[in-house]
Each structure stands twice: as structure tokens, then as C-alpha cells.
């Protein structure tokens, strides 16, 4: 699976390791990945095709910026889909879109609790129950011997402490560090922002509201209605490609910086596929976004009637028909794409 394609928790660990560090910040790691779609167009024509076919079929996924206007309001709001990383391709914003945000009256992030330490903290403490488990049992328990020594071994490579997660439900172990390439861990480590902190911080510089679309236990209830054997086969098919997971990040930086949501998307249904993990992978999309959106909307909608709102939200948030896009539409807005 693409170690982007599933961002669908703003990232309230990736921020605590941020703001916990202690290391240098002089040097800032790069993470340097080899882009893996020329290889399967020349080598896998027949499964690039199938990828681009299932892409085609996306609705409103050839887009990461849109434009919302509505009756209410006689100044249109704005909808980022973003990617949860700091990579620089990601966070130099184009012009239409810093336009929007420089000029936004609202700002409006999945949850602002990756902004500071104290608000993380109390997310933590929101979501405690949906976060570890509370029967006695534990991860190594669940996962047995060898799962449990690869997931050591993954968290190790990212500099974190296997031990830390050993009560821990396999989601928060993998949407919490595992999605994340050991490199993207050590750019955050350095003071990098990803997109959706350095959004939310331009908000606060400009000393205009920055507000929730859900709340934390919302968001984590919302992913922990995943069975638990959907979690365990998750948490294996990442293990299965982590060694790959810079090149995974590239790629996935490189659909999302063309605004193709869509083959992003389809890209990581693949993988998941070849993976064994298809039916995963919905269950992922159903619990870990078109839930929450309906949610999110029901927040967003007096921020867009006011007018003047910049709403930033994971991109897989927007395709789709449970997607934003299409659900602002049956709202009575009007949305359109901005390239």
C-alpha cells in the first residue's frame, strides 16, 4: 500500500514525536525514493492499465483544490485535499491555493490538535479508550512471535521504542508511525511541518480562527470500528512492503503533486490487492473516511455559509460518492475544481 494513500488521521503522534525530540534540528533528513510507476508501466504494462482503469472510474478524484460557493454567502470557501507530509513539493503551496489560505477569514483543519503539545496531549487522553486495549491482552499477544518482531523492528528502524506500543491496537500502530517511511519520522523530528501543521500555523501567524472538523475520539472511534482482524491484516500488509517505504512516499508525492487523487488512490487499492488485502482496504476507507465525513461536513457547513473558509483535509476525504466534494454537492453548493 502507498505509505501515503491511507493519511486519514491528522498525524496527533506524528506530532507528539515533533515536539518530544531532543535531537538536532541543524540537518534535515531527505527522503529520497525511487518512483515506482515508470517501472510497472515498463515492466507490468497490463497492471498499469488496470490501475489507470480503476482510476477513471473515480469520482472527483483529478483535483486536490476546489472552490465552494453557496447561496448563504457572497464569498466562495475553499477545500484543500492534503497529504500528510513534509516534503517540499507537498508544502510550497501553488499560487491559487496560498492565495486562498493568505486570504481566508477560517481556517479549518481535520483537528487542530497537531498544532501544540498541550492540545495533542489532551487528544491522547480523548481517545485512550479507542487507542489500546482494555481486556488484559496486548499487541504482542494478538499479533504472535513474528509479526510482533517485525513490528519491533519497523518502529526500531524509525527510532522508536518497540516496547512504547506493546499495549496498543494494531490501527494506532500503523496509522499512528508505520505509514510513515523512517525518513518522513526524522524530517518531523528536525522541525519539517507537514502540510497540514504548516497550514494551521499560516492561519495562526495571521491571527484568524483555526478550528476542528471532528474531534479527536470521534476520529480514532470512528477507525477503531475496524474488526480487529481487519486491523492485524493491515498492520501485516505494510509490514510486508515497509521495506520499500520511501519509494511508496515518492510515488504517492508524485500523483498528489500532479492533483491525481484518483491514481493515488487506485495505486494503493492495488498494492493492498496484491497484498491479499483488498477487502481491508474498504473497510479502511469506509471506518477511516467516508464515516467521518459526514461529520466533518455537518462542522464545515456554517464555516462556508459565513464565507471565506479554508477547509484542509486528508485527500482520500474528497473522492468519491461518500467523498466531500460530492456530498457539499448534494448540500446545495456549488464546487468547483481550481488547477
Known sequence: MSRTAFRLVPAVFAAALAFGSTAARAETPVCAGTDLRAAIVANEPDR??????????IENGDAVFWKIEGKAAKTPSWLLGTIHLSDPRVTDLKPPIRKALDGARTVALENTSVLDPKTAGIAYAEGI???????????????????????????????????????????????????????????????????DIAIGKAGRARKVPVVDLETVKDQFSSIDQMSEAEQIALLKSILSIDAQSTDYQETSVRFYAAGRIDLLWAFSMDVFARAGADKTAASVMENAS??????????????????????????????????????????????????
Open 129 to 195: 479508550d479507542a487507542m489500546l486495549f482494555t481486556d488484559g491482552r496486548s499487541l504482542p499477544g494478538v499479533l504472535g512471535p513474528e509479526t510482533w518482531a517485525a513490528t519491533v523492528k519497523a518502529f526500531e528502524a524509525r527510532g522508536l521504542p518497540g516496547w512504547a506500543v506493546a499495549g496498543w491496537k494494531p490501527w494506532v500502530v500503523v496509522f499512528g508511525a508505520l505509514l510513515y517511511p523512517p525518513c518522513e519520522l526524522k524530517r518531523w523530528q528536525a522541525g519539517q511541518d507537514m502540510l
Open 48 to 57: 498499469w492499465r488496470a490501475i489507470e482503469a480503476r482510476a477513471a472510474g
Open 290 to 339: 467516508f464515516r467521518r465525513n459526514v461529520k466533518m461536513l455537518d462542522a464545515a457547513r456554517p464555516l462556508i455559509d459565513q464565507g471565506g473558509a479554508f477547509l484542509a483535509v486528508g485527500a482520500l476525504h474528497l473522492i468519491g460518492e461518500k467523498g466531500l466534494v460530492r456530498l457539499l454537492r448534494e448540500a446545495g453548493y456549488t464546487v468547483t475544481p481550481v488547477r
